[in-house]
């Protein structure tokens, strides 16, 4: 009875569990924590012994937290951010942008079926590793909606790990436990009709998955909005900028671009456009110039405007520097400010908050004089700069409203070629298994912070509280479902549903089972769990055991419908900015559509 009762619980709680994640009614982090809570106290409180084995103890079911897989995911993250902090992609997703820039989605559906043949031969999470930065310095480049980038990223990584033997950790313990009962799978026994399964699931991931995706998402709205607004700041030009010596072609300076020459200021004379063909840009002129803040902070990052010699005028209080402490934010001037109809140059914000005003963004025309002699109106945003701390003690000030979501780090690029370097021996060393992943991640993380790649308080933002509690409830909701025999129960319930039936129709319920519960235990215990259950029920029927073996094989890799089904999944989850919630509504039909495949084709292709 006791044991009866522990396993009834342990399914109520899971069930809950995922119901309250499908209504996405309340946070993940929240519904993660209670189903924890519920578990000690059920365990805590009602200890339980089975026949054979340990007891299900509090450190089991906490394991989860020290998990080498959350880990490596967050250490990941960690990394990730590193890389996208120094801008060490630009290169690639330039040459890229420059290949296919007319069609930005073809590039990406290029690159997504890369990722999917390059994971039939290398582990789909270091695969992910490698594809994560890229994808989103694209997705930012062509200001393309995450969420549906990086979710077929994992999907269709996964749809390779089926191809091959060695295309996922799944397909390998699934071979040594069929090997422990007498059967042996070679490396591209599973290759053709895994081939066939990842076909249909490329066309379904690229054409059918974004349409599922593309709902109303305010982040990516605000996003795109904000980083194409325009700001009319001011830069003396250096002597070593790219655009000293530049001369006018046709009355205007197209080398500018993605930046607008809006006046240029020689000697304190005014030149308006249309500029004199003969007319070169000199060290020390000002470019009164408009562009987004994306523009102003590549000139930034490149060392085109120099925070010793500010745009407005003044003298900067102390030594500025670019680097990872360095952040662009936005302000509002707000209604009845002290600073309303003050200058730049003697407004006071400067000194007040040690930031330097680099470009102001108003509804109204402005007129063509220097930035410095700009009066400010309520309403009016600008664009500053300065260390964190001094940009956040701006919070609070009623007078200049801070929008403190706007607030950017300038990326550090003479560091990206070491960020480049971490990032390289991370996939080195993983892929080639010289040391294991979790190790290289977590001291790629450090040497990330160490090496001034990103800030301690980046790293700790890229460290993701919903990854971390959703990963420990998933690993203590399996722990309890396998001790208390809940797991085998369900495998053996389901499969018994086909009887006396035949082959066909015994696989296919073998697969749903499978495909079910891989999304709620890990891939690699659902394979272990089914493998030998498939071959006794091949035996009995007298169907070809290797065949229902690479139905498990299958089964378990369609780890679509949770984040918590797989690693590669929970990788994404940050940067995609997707809920427990979407992965159901986009990997249900997924799993259905592999599902009736597989069933169909099954029997034909193996002869059954």
């Known amino acids: 009875m006791v044991e009866n009762f522990h396993l009834y619980a342990t399914l109520a709680i899971i069930a809950g569990t995922i119901v309250f994640y499908a ?103 270091p695969v992910v590793v490698i594809f994560i930065p890229v994808l989103t310095s694209l997705a930012a480049r062509f200001r393309l909606p995450a969420y549906q980038i990086f979710m077929p990223l994992s999907f269709i990584t996964i749809f390779g790990g089926m191809t091959t033997m060695i295309g996922s950790s799944t397909n390998l313990i699934a071979a040594g436990m069929a090997a422990r009962e007498g ?87 005014v030149l308006l456009p249309p500029y004199d063909d003969g007319l070169t840009l000199e060290p020390g ?19 085109e405007i120099s925070l010793s010699e500010p745009p407005d005028g003044t003298v900067p209080a102390r030594e500025r520097k670019v680097g990872p402490h360095y952040h662009l934010a936005e302000a509002v001037i707000a209604p009845g400010s002290l600073f309303e109809g003050r200058t730049v140059r003697f407004s006071g914000i400067q000194q007040r908050f040690h930031v330097t005003i680099f470009g102001v963004r108003r509804k109204s025309r402005m ?21 964190e701390d001094d940009v956040m003690s701006m919070r609070g000030n009623h007078d200049l409203l801070l929008l403190e979501h706007s607030a950017e780090s300038v990326p550090p690029r003479d560091k990206s070629l070491i960020a480049s370097v971490i990032f ?51 690993i203590a909701m399996a722990t309890a479902l396998e001790a208390t025999g809940g797991a085998r129960l369900i495998a053996e319930g389901i499969v018994g549903l086909g009887g006396g039936s035949s082959a066909p129709v015994v696989l296919a319920l073998l697969f749903i089972a499978v495909a079910l519960l891989t999304n709620l235990l890990s891939n690699n215990a659902t394979s272990a769990l089914f493998i030998p259950i498939s071959l006794d029920m091949a035996r009995r029927i007298g169907a070809p055991p290797e065949v229902f073996a690479a139905a498990v094989i299958y089964a378990a890799n369609c780890s679509f419908a949770t984040p918590i089904a797989y690693q590669t999944n929970l990788m994404v989850m940050g940067p995609g900015h997707y809920g427990f919630r979407d992965f159901l509504r986009a990997g249900l039909p997924l799993i259905a559509l592999i599902t009736i495949v597989f069933s169909l084709l099954a029997p034909w292709y193996y002869n059954l």
């Open 183 to 269: 059967l042996d799978i070679g490396f591209f026994d599973i290759t053709g009709m895994g081939l066939i399964l990842a076909g249909i699931g490329y066309l379904y991931v690229l054409f059918i998955l974004p349409r599922i995706l593309d709902s109303e998402r305010s982040e990516e709205k605000s996003g795109l909005q904000s980083s194409g607004t325009q700001f009319l700041g001011e830069i003396v030009l250096q002597s070593s900028s790219r655009f000293a010596g530049d001369s006018a072609r046709s009355g205007f300076f197209p080398n500018l671009t993605p930046m607008s020459l809006h006046a240029l200021i020689r000697n304190g004379r």
């Open 285 to 303: 002129d000002r470019l009164q110039m408009t562009g987004t803040r994306k523009a102003f902070m590549d000139m930034l990052a490149k060392g």
């Open 23 to 125: 209504l996405d009614r309340f946070p993940v982090e929240s519904i993660a924590l209670a189903s924890i809570s519920l578990l000690l106290v059920l365990f805590g409180t009602f200890p339980y012994q089975p026949e054979t084995g340990s007891a299900v103890s509090i450190e089991a079911l906490l394991s989860g937290f020290a998990s080498p897989a959350l880990v490596t995911v967050l250490a990941l993250l960690i990394v990730g951010k590193g890389l996208f902090a120094t801008d060490a992609l630009e290169g690639l997703t330039n040459r890229i942008g420059r290949m296919y820039g007319g069609n930005p989605r073809l590039s990406i559906a290029i690159i997504l079926v890369v990722a999917g043949v390059t994971s039939a031969f290398l582990n789909n999470t």
């Open 367 to 387: 007129a063509r004089t220097p930035l410095s002699q700009l009066r400010f109106e309520a309403g009016d945003t600008l664009l500053i700069g300065g260390n």
């Open 424 to 474: 390289g021996g991370i996939v080195a060393l993983s892929a080639t298994g010289l040391s294991p992943m979790v190790v290289n991640s977590v001291v790629g993380a450090l040497l990330m912070i160490v090496f001034g790649c990103l800030t301690f308080q980046q790293a700790a933002r890229a460290f993701d509280r919903q990854i971390f509690l959703l990963v420990g409830a998933s």
